[in-house]
């Protein structure tokens, strides 16, 4: 009797293991798949980004350049490398974008070609390139088109300010002014042929970065009370007559003003401060730092000696007369500032 029972307890035993074996091979437990994220898809034709000795640059334009939007590189585009990720160019360039370079900025050093090229190469200031005065067909490169040079300093135009970030500054080698026995500063030509080396250099570089004449400048354009370089005897006149760069007035224009001013009794005019306000707010308005007081200060004396050197080099008294007067009011029709 008793084997019995342990027989038939065995067998509920094994019933019940099966049944609970039986249970657990039916259960599964479900997972979702991992998907990966879809990289977008822009369905645009761009040209190709080239590659050339292990650099990548991108040499054709695709952006709107009536904004004055470029894509184009000049150099090889300068890209992160971030520790344990890939920086990938796939939906390079970008189309809204434009060059850092929107100005050019024309210097003299005032010094010799060895003494130019030591203290531009080896001191803290510097510039994009120097255009030496020996008769060669050589422009020395001194500072990467994409890096600031130092050259601008305290500087404003229109309505930009510390010029260094968005200009690219040309030296001139030239000894620059001399004060004779009055107190006059008189100033030394730039040589035929070195002309020819600055003008070639600046219509490069307006051509390429789409810089406008209005922002082709001197030093003392965008330093009036402390600069004086180019000077007057820098040909103005010939880069915009010769080679389409910068800005001159026209003759016509400046006519009608200068004979107006004569009509109005101009000398008397210079007396009353509204009119010198006057005078202050066009030279303003052009592209001069220059604060409207309603009188003859010091700073708008050597603002209108400063736009003396680069519109009428004829006459660098600093004062205001009727043709240089004329020749403002011209400016302002021609290049409006915006």
Known sequence: MRNSLSIISLGFLIISCGT?????TTTTKTTTPVVAPAKPVINVQKPKIQHEGGLDFFKENIANITKNDNTISYGSIVSANPAGYKVVKSFFPSVGQNFRQKYIILHYTALDDDKSVMVLTQQSVSSH??????????IYQLVDENKRAYHAGISAWRKDKMLNDTSIGIEIVNTGYKTDANGVKVFPEYPEAQVK????LVKDLADRYMISPTNILGHSDIA???KQDPGPKF???KLYEDYQIGMWYDEDTKQNFYNSAVLEDYAVQMTVPSFVFKIQTALRDFGYDLNPNGTFDNATMKTIETFQYHFRPENYSGMMDAETWAILQALNVKYPNK
């Open 129 to 138: 390139y120097l255009v030496n005065n020996l008769g060669d067909n050589e």
């Open 20 to 24: 609970q074996k039986s249970l657990k």
């Open 224 to 226: 009036p009370t402390r």
């Open 197 to 200: 080396k600055v003008a070639a």
């Open 235 to 237: 040909p103005w006149k």
